[in-house]
């Protein structure tokens, strides 16, 4: 499948759904539409028109739909990819789209008064995110992204229509919507409270959770300050105290393997 040029916005302002994908991506006021594929939304569930790992065939969020379901469906799924520090909505953006993670990590962002920054969520690989825009609410963040990141943009109106006909689909919408607020709950909890070296400690651990090898991608020491509460400067001395300490290896590229025993043993003592 043939994908699309990157190309300026103004020359694709008529197309269905590019619209809202209006991402800058250097320092000038020129907007540019991500590389981007259009799927039709029976092929992407299917897992016809791209490949096998699509997270939107695989998500839970349309595993209720039948084949009867696609025949309400008209408008495409746009499968775009886009690079670190690209944001795919702003605070406060009328939204029209709702977003599957097919893969990377997307932080959503709220700014203080004095201009700073708090990092509120991280979302990641099936991740849903925009769901506020299902109730005609405006964004309440800056999603940007973190990592090389492939998105799946759905139509909130088609979304709507289908899960007034769909309980399955209704009932998943509102385990996504617990499943956000459940994770709010524990980066208030869990990320906000304690010593530096206890908060970044359960940053690791919530970043390798799953990991059969224990091994994740940490983020500029500014994000990770943002994530936690605290300072750059902090997030950079206690990265390289648990490097000599034993609980980082460093595994080139940003890559790193966490010694969970030992992380687990920091917060129990």
């Keep these: 499948m043939d994908s ?20 800058p991506l250097d320092e000038t006021n020129r907007y540019t539409v991500p590389m981007s594929v259009r799927v039709p939304f029976k092929e992407a569930w299917s897992g016809e028109a791209d490949c096998k790992q699509c997270t939107l065939r695989e998500s839970v969020l ?4 039948k084949e009867a379901d696609f025949e309400k469906i008209h408008q495409p799924i746009n499968q775009f990819s886009l690079q670190p520090g690209q944001a795919l909505y702003r605070t406060g953006e009328s939204g029209e789209n709702m977003y ?10 709220q700014y203080l008064a004095d201009g700073s920054q708090r990092i509120v969520r991280l ?6 995110t925009g769901l506020e825009a299902l109730v005609d609410k405006p964004y309440e963040h800056d999603a940007v992204v ?7 943009c759905l139509p909130v109106s088609t979304v709507k229509n289908l899960s007034q006909d769909n309980p399955d689909l209704h009932i998943e919408l509102l385990n996504r919507w617990q499943r956000a607020l459940s994770e709010a709950d ?5 990320l906000s409270t304690g010593s530096s070296r206890e908060r970044v400690a359960r940053l690791l651990l919530r970043l390798v959770s799953g990991d059969t090898e224990a091994e994740c ?5 500014e994000d990770i300050g943002a994530m936690l509460g605290i300072t750059t ?4 001395r206690t990265i390289a105290e648990f490097k000599r300490q034993g609980l980082l290896a460093d595994l080139g590229g940003s890559r790193y393997r966490v010694n969970t025993d030992k992380v687990e043993d920091l917060l129990e003592s």
């Design 146 to 152: 973190l990592q090389p990141t492939e998105v799946c």
């Design 62 to 65: 349309f595993a209720g739909l």
């Design 233 to 236: 400067e902090t997030a950079s």
């Design 217 to 221: 991608v940490l983020f500029g020491r």
């Design 123 to 128: 979302v990641k690989t099936s991740d849903v």
């Design 100 to 109: 599957t993670i097919r893969s990377g990590v997307v932080k959503l962002v």
């Design 4 to 23: 699309v040029t990157r190309t300026s916005i103004d020359a694709l302002s008529s197309t269905e759904n590019f619209d809202q994908l209006r991402i």
């Design 186 to 190: 524990a980066w208030l909890t869990e």
